[in-house]
């Protein structure tokens, strides 16, 4: 089983947390992309990330003198969104290090798929970019199913905490017998399930805090997820989504 996330906007360096343990998978690719970024003028990159200058400016300069191969921060450290906080990494044990490095896998549109303790530096560049490259339809053009083939060389059943602008970079690319698993945590208005943006955040992370505490293998035993107030609902869910209501 493997777990797939989505990653952070936001991004620091931690050079002293835990070392590096390799380098991305996609590297060539990566490599590409920011041949292709490091091209495009400062009006072009802010509205390719539809943000402020002050955030413009930062990863504008981040481009000028960008090295994909020195001075890395492992990539779970490396992100800082709520998600992660929830995760809280940088107080894992060995055992729930190791256990994130082998099952947990985090989307992104620069470097396509990493492992936790693949060293990254800090980028912006989101999956659903309107990015111009060559033949390729934006990101999920250039990726294609080359991030479900990776995926696919080491498991047959992944479970999904990632967004939906990350989730269908891999699922629209698996074949039949794979299955694929949705997590969803939601609370129940006027009869209908409800998603709020950061609450599902705080409980993907906090969902993989309890898979890495609990060295969780099938996907199954993840219905005993019980934090933040969810609770799994059987008589809601079905063999391709597991839904966590959050209890009032």
Known sequence: MRIILSPAKKMNVDVDSFPCAGLPAFL?????LLKRLQAMSYGELKALWRCNDQIAKLN???????????????AIVSYEGIQYQYMAPGVFTDGELEYVQTHLRILS?????????????PYRLEM?????????????????????????????CILNLASREYSRSVSAHLPEHVRFITCIF??????????????????????VRFMAENRIQ???????????????RPEESDTDTYLFLKED
């Open 128 to 156: 659903q970019a309107k990015l111009d490259m060559g033949q390729a339809n934006g990101l999920y053009g250039f990726w294609g199913g080359s991030l479900a083939e990776k995926l696919l060389t080491e498991t047959d």
């Open 218 to 232: 099938t996907p199954e035993q993840v219905q005993a997820f019980d934090r933040l107030g969810y609770r799994f």
């Open 28 to 32: 060539p690719k990566t490599e590409a």
């Open 186 to 207: 939601g609370q129940k208005k006027d009869g209908r399930i409800v998603e709020k943006g950061t609450l599902c955040k705080m409980a993907r992370g906090e969902m």
């Open 109 to 121: 549109g620069f470097y396509g798929i990493l492992r936790p303790l693949d060293g990254v530096t």
């Open 60 to 74: 504008f300069e981040r481009l000028q003198g960008m090295d994909l191969r020195h001075w890395l921060t492992p």
